[in-house]
């Protein structure tokens, strides 16, 4: 049986000597084409629990630049409207498909 444990090695932050963990953001925005300072990183940094703690608060609370959060809000807008847009164009359908079947009843019964 094999256990994952945390590498031990010096943390890239504080640099003492403690189980590591990877840290990766936490975000979606290299979905968007959308630069940040984590996801531009080089190589993303060895941290120890405190420090990837702290890593994690720092990326929450980081307000971004506002030209991206505009950009970002625009996509997220963008895919809303999409969703309406092609949930009228379904009831639509289903209404002239009625009707269709409506006008093809009256039809048959005529």
Not at 44 to 71: I, K, M, Y
Not at 80 to 108: F, H, M, S, V, Y
């Amino acid at each position: 049986m094999s256990t994952n444990q945390p590498i031990e090695a010096r943390c890239d932050h504080c640099k003492q000597q403690r189980p590591l963990f990877l840290y990766e953001p936490d975000h979606d925005f290299h979905l968007t084409g959308i630069t940040c300072e984590w996801c531009a990183r080089d190589k993303q940094p060895l941290l120890c629990v405190r420090c990837f703690s702290a890593e994690t608060l720092r990326e929450e609370n980081d307000p971004g630049d506002p030209l991206d959060n505009d950009a970002a809000e625009f996509f997220v807008r963008a895919v809303n409207n999409n969703a309406r847009i092609l949930a009228r164009q379904e009831a639509d359908k289903a209404t002239c498909e009625g009707i269709a079947a409506a006008t093809k009843q009256a039809e048959a019964e005529a």
